[in-house]
Each structure stands twice: as C-alpha cells, then as structure tokens.
C-alpha cells in the first residue's frame, strides 16, 4: 500500500541491497513488491558497485532522478551517511540501532506506517 502510495504521485522507487541480484528476486516476489518495483530499479551486490555510496548513485541514474531529489530508507546510519555526501534525503528507521544512534538521518520512524506521501515531499 505505501509504495502503490509513492507510486501513485509519481515518486520514482527502487531498492538497493549488499544482497546478490538472485536474492533480492526471491525476497521481493515473497514481499509481493516485485510487480511494483521493476527490474530496471534495482541495485544489487552483483550489479558491480563497491561502495554503498556507489550504489546510492547507481539508483538515483536508474530511476531517472538527481540525488539531491532522492530520498533512501535504511535502518543504519551508515546509509545516512552515505546519502549525505550526495545530498540526498534520509529516513531512518528504527530497528538494530536505537533513535539516538540515527541522528545523522533527516527524519526517523518506528515504521513505514508513520510515513505519508505528505510527510516524504516535506523533507525537500
């Protein structure tokens, strides 16, 4: 529901993932988001980027948008990091690291729920 939201106000997603091109296949039809999120807007391990800022970048060139208009969710602040040095906006959510240790991020969240398509244009 939430990224048929993004979707529907034309906001451009894609994934990124350390995991092999093969896997994230399998993890996304088990989400049911793999109709959702095309072929084409996905960055995996075996796509050949060896940083995860690398890959921040290979997303932002196959969903067509600047990195300064792209927004990364991610549990780590070391992905914040990452999308900092492109200006790109983060949201954190929380999970293996408490809030505080998010602080880098631009905003945080328990969950996707709390998210809105509203919330998301606000961070520009």
Same mark, same amino acid.
Request: proline share 4%.
């Given at each position: 529901?939430?990224?048929? #939201?993004?979707?529907?106000?034309?906001?451009? /997603?894609?994934?990124?993932?350390?995991? *092999? @091109? %093969?896997?994230?296949?399998?993890?996304? &039809?088990? =989400?049911?988001?793999? &109709?959702?999120?095309?072929? @084409?807007?996905?960055?995996?391990?075996?796509?050949?980027?060896?940083? &995860?800022?690398?890959?921040?970048?290979?997303? #932002?060139?196959?969903?067509?948008?600047?990195? %300064?208009? /792209?927004?990364?969710? %991610?549990? #780590?602040?070391?992905? #914040?990091? =990452?999308?900092? *040095?492109? @200006?790109?906006?983060?949201? =954190?959510?929380?999970?293996?690291?408490?809030?505080?240790?998010?602080?880098? +991020? %631009?905003?945080? =969240?328990?969950?996707? @729920? &709390?998210?809105? +398509?509203?919330?998301?244009?606000?961070?520009?």
């Amino acid at each position: 529901d939430w990224i048929q #939201s993004l979707r529907a106000v034309e906001m451009g /997603c894609g994934v990124v993932t350390h995991l *092999e @091109d %093969d896997q994230m296949k399998i993890l996304l &039809e088990f =989400a049911g988001l793999s &109709e959702l999120i095309p072929s @084409d807007s996905r960055v995996s391990h075996s796509n050949g980027y060896l940083r &995860e800022s690398q890959q921040l970048l290979g997303i #932002s060139l196959r969903i067509e948008r600047r990195p %300064d208009q /792209c927004i990364v969710f %991610d549990t #780590s602040p070391f992905i #914040s990091v =990452a999308a900092r *040095e492109f @200006d790109m906006r983060s949201v =954190a959510l929380i999970g293996p690291y408490p809030r505080y240790e998010l602080m880098t +991020a %631009d905003t945080t =969240a328990t969950s996707v @729920d &709390e998210l809105t +398509a509203m919330n998301i244009r606000r961070l520009f």
